[in-house]
């Protein structure tokens, strides 16, 4: 079965300060005891917020597709397990748009998570031009054939994907209920074509962009929708908690 997962990508903000302050308030709120709940902060910060987190996963928003070696600047799975990291990112929009992080190396992320058993969200979603031309299931489809949907049905089995379309990530624009579901529906429609249905239903397919508390129910309500990555919205301990009570 699919899991409920209210994700925060805080992304390249907070002082250390800040961030604990933040960790530990959302620490100390009532959180539905139904939904995982998962922060993303600076990794300069994971071991300290591996610290201060109750009943919170942390995750980093980035990792390197290498072993632990020469590669200035690089932080591995090894090192981010080390201080309590439990899950990464792939493929994030940012990633892709600002690093260059193309189809093989998002592939070769998803292939070093498998091998080092580290939980992972693989982000998808189409940049506006594509919607504008109608041809985003194609698009994210292929997103998902090129670095993701090579796994073998045992390692896609209880697998986070995050739908985010770039068109929505901080920019306040949502797509609506419908546009979501759409595409949370054909997403586990390919997974249960290329595997199986039980595959399918254990994927949990999570909608990012510009979600919060005014907005998520909706949402949510799609059948397919597993929950959120939140940016914007998980920087803030009241936002961000309403978010994992509006399933
Ligand atoms: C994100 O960065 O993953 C995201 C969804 O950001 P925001 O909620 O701010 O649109």
């Known amino acids: ?145 090129d670095s993701l949907f090579h796994l073998s049905a045992e390692q896609m089995m209880n697998k986070i994907i995050a739908y985010e379309p770039v068109w929505a990530i901080g920019t306040g624009k949502t797509a609506t209920s419908e546009q979501a579901e759409d595409m949370h529906r054909n997403i586990r429609l390919w997974i249960a074509e290329k595997y199986n249905e039980q595959v399918a239903k254990s994927v949990s397919i999570l909608y990012g962009g510009s979600c919060k508390p005014s907005n998520a129910k909706e949402i949510f309500a799609g059948p397919n929708v597993d929950g959120g990555l939140i940016g914007g919205a998980s920087l803030n301990v009241e936002d961000f908690t309403a978010l994992t009570h509006s399933f």
């Open 1 to 145: 079965m699919a899991n409920k997962i209210i994700a925060g990508n805080w992304k390249m903000n907070l002082s250390a300060k800040e961030a604990m302050d933040l960790i530990k308030g959302i620490s100390q709120q009532e959180i539905p005891s139904d939904v995982k709940v998962m922060v993303f902060p600076s990794a300069l910060y994971t071991g300290l917020a591996a610290t201060f987190a109750e009943g919170i996963e942390i995750g980093v928003q980035n990792f390197s597709e290498n072993d632990n070696g020469a590669y200035t600047g690089e932080i591995s799975i090894a090192q981010t397990k080390s201080v309590g990291a439990t899950i990464g990112l792939i493929g994030h929009s940012e990633r892709r748009a600002y690093y260059k992080e193309d189809h093989a190396t998002l592939k070769a992320k998803v292939d070093k998570a498998i091998s080092e058993n580290f939980d992972f969200i693989f982000c998808c979603g189409e940049p506006l031009f594509i919607r504008e031309e109608g041809s985003e299931l194609q698009f994210v489809q292929q997103q998902l054939d």
